[in-house]
């Protein structure tokens, strides 16, 4: 099911214009904001997803680029 919210929220994104995002990256962006505190409960990563932000996205994007790592 978070899989499917992952492809949709990327589709998403793709129709504003952003085009070679996939669902993976938005998945990554979604769970480095669990990295401190672990993994919440399912409903919270739900809302996670469908309330994220591109410039959100693309913040946690640029910031994996500076780190060298891309998800």
């Not at 589709?11 to 998945?27: C, M």
């Not at 990295?35 to 990563?45: C, M, N, T």
């Amino acid at each position: 099911m978070v899989q499917s919210l992952c492809e949709s929220k990327a589709e998403e994104f793709r129709l504003i214009g952003y085009e070679h995002v996939e669902a993976e990256e938005v998945w990554s962006c979604v769970q480095a904001k669990y990295a401190k505190h672990g993994q919440p409960a399912l409903h919270v990563i739900v809302n996670d997803i469908l309330s994220l932000k591109v410039t959100s996205f693309m913040n946690q994007m640029t910031l994996d680029a500076y780190r060298g790592s891309r998800f």
